[in-house]
């Protein structure tokens, strides 16, 4: 990479993606992840919380370089697809601006795991053999129960291209994912079909979700089909069927559209080529909106908090739940209060911090008390009464 406009953003993007550490909590869901059952993931988490201390700085710093290292892999692999440097450079703008990838590079789940898994896999198997590509995938089958549609969109890749061997090797893993990690299937169709679509469209921004579903359906046509568009069209589609019968988990499956991404960027610029200048203007437009919406959501995202100044109910701010925590530890310790009993998932979350489950002190969430108050810029977000027990 000698072009320092590439640079530039991957410096820019993890100094501030450092700076938003100190402003979440951690959520039920992560301290889940990390005082649940063992996984790859927890484990490269409390690596980290060993060596620098339990901080919210170490426990999202491992997310932050999984996401640069993605950036990266994203790079290389543009160079397939993409000739023209400044075209390179605005795909990794586009990238990191996602609403989905600036998430999955501060919340501690499989989704950032999961991109840079799948973005090393795509570089591998671009630049090597069969026989280490394969290796690789037995390796994932120990990661993450995630990779299980990779498994299944490389089982198709390879019925499609007559390797016999290698497809049966996938449905091998695949089968073997499920038996793993077990794999649900559950009611009578719900209409989260809609929600799908839905939450896909916030993680891309809806003119870029529109546009990745135009470019694989448009090399379809043409005849411009590799392993890459065989992962991400039949994992968007069984996505979008499951969704006909249950809720579905999309941190799971968005992560499979982000490879295809160099490729939709290829397909953008040839329909954008081929036309004459003076029919250039509406890819012109598309583009310049699809800026200016992801350049709106990064900046609401990281001053997030000026958000709670103009909503009458906090708790349906879109990050609450990565709130409040940190902030009530830190009064708890004031007032020289380390353990106290209190909902499952708030004491899972202070448990984090230092506080601990005892009996001593109840601590209740209370809308009409100001016994311990968090508070943003004189804007009140969470009320709570301490009750200390008296056992003699």
């Known amino acids: 990479m000698k072009n320092p406009i590439i640079y530039l953003i991957i410096v820019i993007d993890f100094l501030v993606l450092l700076m938003q550490t100190s402003q979440l909590s951690i959520s039920y869901n992560e301290a889940s992840l990390l005082y649940g059952e063992t ?35 994203l790079y290389k692999l543009s160079n397939t697809y993409i000739s023209s440097q400044r075209n390179k450079n605005w795909l990794l703008l586009i990238f990191v601006l996602l609403p989905g990838v600036m998430s999955s590079a501060l919340v501690v789940n499989d989704a950032g ?12 198997y671009q630049r090597s053999s069969l026989l280490w590509s394969n290796v690789l995938l037995t390796l994932y ?44 299937t559950y009611g009578i169709p719900r209409g ?26 448009r090399r379809y046509l043409v005849g411009k089909t590799d392993f ?40 953008f ?10 029919f250039r203007k509406r890819y012109k437009l598309i583009f310049g909106i699809s800026l200016f ?35 009530l530890a830190k009064e708890l310790h004031k007032r020289n209060i380390n353990c106290v009993k209190t909902n499952s998932e708030m004491q899972l979350r202070l448990k984090f911090y230092g506080i601990e489950n005892c009996q001593e002190n109840i601590l209740t969430e209370d809308d009409f008390t100001n016994n311990v108050t968090i508070s943003y810029k004189l804007k009140t977000l969470y009320r709570a009464n301490v009750t200390k027990i008296n056992r003699q």
Request: no cysteine; proline share 3%.
């Open 39 to 73: 996984s790859v993931l927890q484990l490269i988490i409390r690596f980290f919380l060993y060596l620098l201390g339990e901080n919210d700085f170490a426990l999202r710093l491992p997310m932050i370089l999984m996401h640069t290292a993605s950036v990266f892999f």
């Open 113 to 124: 795991l999961l991109i840079l898994g799948l973005f090393i896999f795509t570089y591998i």
């Open 141 to 184: 089958l120990f990661v993450s129960s995630g990779f299980i549609y990779l498994y299944f969109g490389m089982m198709v890749f390879y019925l499609y291209t007559k390797k016999k061997v290698y497809a049966l090797y996938s449905i091998g893993l695949f089968f073997l994912s499920m038996y793993l990690y077990g794999f649900q």
């Open 192 to 217: 989260h079909f809609l929600d799908t679509l839905g939450v896909y469209a916030a993680i891309f921004t809806p003119i870029i979700f529109i546009f990745i579903f135009y470019a694989l359906y």
């Open 228 to 267: 890459i568009w065989y992962i991400s069209s039949s994992t968007l589609i069984f996505s979008l069927l499951l969704s006909l019968r249950q809720k579905i988990q999309l941190e799971y499956f968005a992560p499979y559209l982000m490879i295809a991404l160099p490729q939709v960027a290829q397909t």
């Open 269 to 278: 610029i040839h329909s954008y080529r081929i036309r004459l200048p003076r």
């Open 293 to 327: 919406l992801l350049s709106v959501n990064y900046f609401v995202v990281i001053f997030n908090k000026e958000l709670y100044l103009h909503m009458d109910n906090p708790k349906k701010h879109f990050v609450y739940e990565s709130h409040i925590a940190q902030e």
